[in-house]
């Protein structure tokens, strides 16, 4: 006998804002089964606002109740039994952050809790990445976002250390990063990676996704040192226009793919890694796992 459900996570990032419903498929004796079942993508670039402005626009704030709404109407479709929306970077820093998920509680009915980069860091790795993370082997995760990118070190199959750095694509294409950020995170990489003789590096987020889909690999071969350099050379060289008609790239994607390159190819540089290794997950993959372990948790609690 199957028990079937749908859970929903929302991720308002700094770049854009996911709804991802995922079908939950337990059969006695076996691990639970997780299936994408819908992903739903609006590129609503709030950390432009936030990371200039210091606050998020009337415009997007109205754009932000349009899709939650919409989000609304797709999660009762699907007769999503729980869901659970997080906000990161951008709503994290805007002065007005706690205001517009007030307002966006009493228009629509969706709760955001606005999460730091530790919790951030936390969720993601709740997700199939432990099923990635062998006991003999060293790994750098490495999640890139608009506003922020976490790392984390994984070694003998344990978590060892994870910072969040204010280093995003958003920020870089905003020319809000300076030297100094990137000096802070090449020194945290070599610092907590130096003791080890082979590190290999987990990368997720939308533009990993994209540059892993351009390379034609199949699912579970990493991407090497060498392809991430003639990659980032060739988008460097590429108009915006280019990028869009040539590659096929979303306009929300094509600008922000050319500092999303730069900090994989750092984080691989600084930690000597000659590859990376793109398992497609990411913050609402471990929104939907944490939910899903508390609703079970509250159900042996009642038994």
Request: with cysteine.
């Amino acid at each position: 006998m199957l028990k079937i459900d749908k859970y929903a996570a929302i991720d308002i990032g700094s770049n854009a804002i996911r709804l991802l419903i995922a079908t939950v498929i337990e059969k006695e004796g076996v691990e639970p089964l997780f299936k994408k079942t819908s992903l739903v993508r609006v590129p609503i670039r709030l950390g432009a606002d936030v990371f200039l402005e210091e606050k998020i626009s009337e415009k997007n704030y109205l754009r932000m109740v349009d899709a939650m709404q919409a989000f609304s109407l797709l999660m009762k479709n699907h007769n999503v039994v729980t869901y659970r929306a997080c906000a990161t970077s951008a709503m994290r820093e805007a002065r007005n952050g706690k205001e517009i998920a007030d307002k966006i509680l009493e228009e629509t009915g969706i709760k955001i809790h606005i999460i730091d980069g530790r919790d951030e860091a936390a969720i993601i790795a709740s997700t199939d990445l432990k099923d990635l993370i062998e006991d003999n082997k060293v790994f750098l995760y490495v999640d890139v976002g608009g506003g922020s990118t976490e790392f984390t070190l994984f070694a003998n199959g344990k978590n060892v250390t994870s910072r969040s750095f204010k280093l995003g694509t958003v920020r870089i294409l905003n020319d809000m990063v300076r030297k100094s950020m990137w000096d802070e995170v090449h020194d945290w990489i070599v610092e907590n990676t130096k003791e080890y003789k082979k590190v290999e590096v987990i990368g997720s987020g939308g533009n990993i996704n994209s540059i892993y889909k351009y390379s034609g690999k199949k699912i579970g071969k990493p991407l090497s040192y060498f392809f991430m350099a003639n990659y980032y050379e060739k988008i460097k060289e590429m108009t915006y226009h280019e990028r869009i008609f040539e590659l096929q790239m979303n306009p929300d994607r094509a600008d922000v793919i050319v500092p999303a390159t730069r900090i994989y190819l750092s984080a691989m540089k600084w930690s000597k890694a000659k590859n990376i290794f793109v398992p497609k997950i990411g913050l609402a993959d471990g929104i939907v796992k944490s939910i899903y372990n508390e609703r079970m948790a509250k159900e042996l609690e009642v038994k």
